[in-house]
């Protein structure tokens, strides 16, 4: 009877991803490959295992907010950013977990253009085509790797050089936009780079090299940027000397993805470049708000990205320029924590800005933060 | 000008005046918004360039006209050809010049039409008010801007002030991202929240049946009022 209850429940562990409800029955257990080792993390198990079950009642949320059609929301972007939540979740996702990761790989394959982007509409190109790359990429799956070649074309094709009759002196040379509109900035420069990255563009594509030009003026930091700069404070704006939240001002989602666009390019951890963003990161570390940034925009981009920047960094702990420590896991996890909502979403109830009104990309944003705080 | 009364006379004279002056100062906005403005918005410069002469000095003498809908047509085309003929010179693609072109003729006929709605003497007061509220329109994102985040949260009500916007009638055939731009995008956060821009088609319908629609009522009403009406004259034989 006990070899029948426990091959019963053996079964019922491993069909779960597929019905869905591997997140209420696997939570308490640690999955030893996905445990980083111990000096890796300052998290304690109790944390642990409520980001575990955080994670799992967002990917649950999301399970149930998926639409007929494959997508999330009707948008590549969303679509994509949710799939890669759950590719990069501690569950560790796959295709074989079931039709809803099939049918939303199917919807991105669905608006995949003869241009080679990823897109529903015309006027985000750039940051559909990017986290479309991201995501087909976290599958594994070979078969995608003509798309994803395509789409890599695509991007290169978007940055701004001579041949669009930008000049190197000019202050867009070397930037990406939102696509199609020939207005570059920070923003999806830093989603477009992340794509290029995760698809192993070669390092010795001129593309890092063009983007680094753009990155660096977007620098508040007189040091290394060759545009005047109207700040200099080591942190960055959304574009040279334009930030939304006025003038030219740094802000922290900003200056999270400008950390990361240098990483990605390949930048030496003591760049000064690096160090400036870094330091700047010391000055207005929170994890309360968006830093610099009007009041409560952006914050969610800035949580995802700040996750994301802090990984990459690869420092358990941030030393701000009063002298005190923070294990900023720790202290996002919990804040998150604290923000999610009874159904296991996230929302900004304060502002809609960049989409953060709609529960499915911001609980998106907030699972991928989770991943990287928990170490997968 | 011969066989032409002298009031004729003076009338023609006044239509070239309007047409050489609208020339004149479209040729002048375009190679200044060329010039000042950045892409995305460049790229409508012709457009702007050729609309606000023919808005400001070509309506205006034809909503006079004893016969408006033959001076108003004619406006449309010399706003027509003076669009195509800008968008060329700046290098659009012929297809994408003359569909662009078109864009401007419709927002004229727009204009014109619902102009010619009101009486003969209100025309002129009823134009500036229009243009006015075209302009208005046409910066809405920015003066909107403190209301659009929270207008964002009701289903449709952005997508709605995107549709109604003439700039986004403008931009449709180049499919220009003009709410990114970088003076939009400094100015207002519409850029920041969901939008979707209407199918070019669908919009230049939209503005083609409002146009068209105007005129047919202009046209229904004045049968309806003509004297040779026998529901209001039945001495008139029907």
Redesign the interface.
Known sequence: MKTITAGLITLMLAAAPLCGLAEDVAVSGSDSATEPAADETALDTELRSEIERAIDAGLRYLRAAQADDGSWSQSVGVTALVLRAYLQSPRGSTEEDGPFIARSIAYLLDHVQDDGSISETNHNRNYNTAVAITALKATGNAEYTPVIANAQGFLKGLQLDDEDGYARSHKYYGGIGYGGDERPDLSNMYMALEALKASDVDPDDPVWEKALVFVSRSQNNSETNDVKVSVDDGGFAYMPNYSPHGGGESYGGMTSAGLLSLLFAGVDKNDPRVQAAYDWIRANYTVDANPNAKEGQGLFYYYNAFAKAMAAYGEPTVTDTAGNTHDWRRDLAEKLLSLQREDGSWINSLSSRWWEGDPNLVTAWSVIALNHVYGT | MRGHTPSARSFIRRTRTAALATTVTGLGIWLALRESL???LAAMAPLLAALVPGMLLQLPPALRHTRPLPALARALAGALALALVLALLDGAPPAAAATGALTVALVMLGLGAACLLAPRQGREAVHGLLVTGLAALALSPVWLAPWL?AA??VPGLVNALVALNPLTLLASPM???YL???WF??YS?LG???Y??PAPAVLMLGWLGAGTGMLLAKAARRRWTSPKNPRLNPEVPR
């Open positions: 950045s892409l995305p985040d964002s949260r499919a220009l991202d990114r731009a970088d995008y400094r956060p920041s929240l969901r979707d821009y």
